[in-house]
């Protein structure tokens, strides 16, 4: 089974050189500390920030240099700042090759709730409406269970959607899973994880490729 940061390392395979990737709040912004050496990636923030580089060390704080989570960062050869009218310019108009976003639940058709829940105070939707509207190929990060123990890859979302049909795999502590016409596909699964107890905890349809395989991290 996978931590948070087995999860970004993981998703960190999906990139291409020359990719232009949005990461979400929360896992997803660990997916710029696993970058693959030698790949050029642009790493791209709703806040106004194109190049974005990994975690700074406590001795590169920058505290103007944030992400959209408003975390602090640090900045790649050639970055460039601009105002959040631009950056959503980019995300509009399908520059953004990739977005990794966290969500509160999937349902096995693609869609996405991860803004709000019902009673609880937000500060807003964010960015992740535009995102999921126009990004080219959306991969969520997430936990396969809440707190509770309870499947969050669903048949319905039960949240309030932030997006219908748009995910195109999901990567959980416990697998790695397409997002196909016949729901969930496992395709990976994590180390010291069954596939059974991969189905125990999945409430949406499920699949497991033929040639499903062990995660490799």
């Not at 509009?92 to 966290?102: C, E, H, Y």
Request: hydrophobic share 40%; aromatic share 6%.
């Amino acid at each position: 089974m996978l931590d948070k940061f087995g999860i970004a390392k993981r998703i960190a395979q999906e990139l291409r050189d020359g990719y232009y990737v949005n990461l979400g709040i929360g896992i997803p912004t660990l997916v710029a500390n696993y970058v693959p050496e030698g790949m050029e990636v642009i790493l791209q923030s709703e806040n106004g920030l194109l190049g974005i580089g990994p975690f700074p060390y406590a001795d590169e704080v920058d505290a103007d240099l944030i992400n959209a989570g408003k975390q602090t960062v640090t900045t790649t050869k050639g970055s460039s700042f601009f105002d959040s009218a631009m950056s959503f310019g980019m995300i509009r108009s399908g520059r953004v090759d990739l977005t990794v976003l966290g969500a509160m639940e999937v349902a096995d058709n693609g869609d996405i709730a991860n803004w709000k829940i019902p009673g609880k105070m937000v500060k807003g939707m964010g960015g992740a409406m535009d995102l999921v509207a126009s990004a080219k190929n959306i991969i969520v990060a997430m936990q396969h269970v809440n707190k509770a123990g309870e499947s969050k890859l669903l048949s319905k979302c039960t949240l309030p959607i932030t997006g219908l049909g748009c995910v195109k795999k999901v990567v959980t502590e416990l697998g790695v899973f397409d997002i196909t016409p016949e729901g969930f596909r496992c395709i990976e699964y994590a180390p010291g994880v069954s596939l059974e107890y991969i189905k125990e905890k999945t409430l949406g349809r499920l699949a497991i490729a033929d040639d499903v395989t062990e995660m490799s991290v």
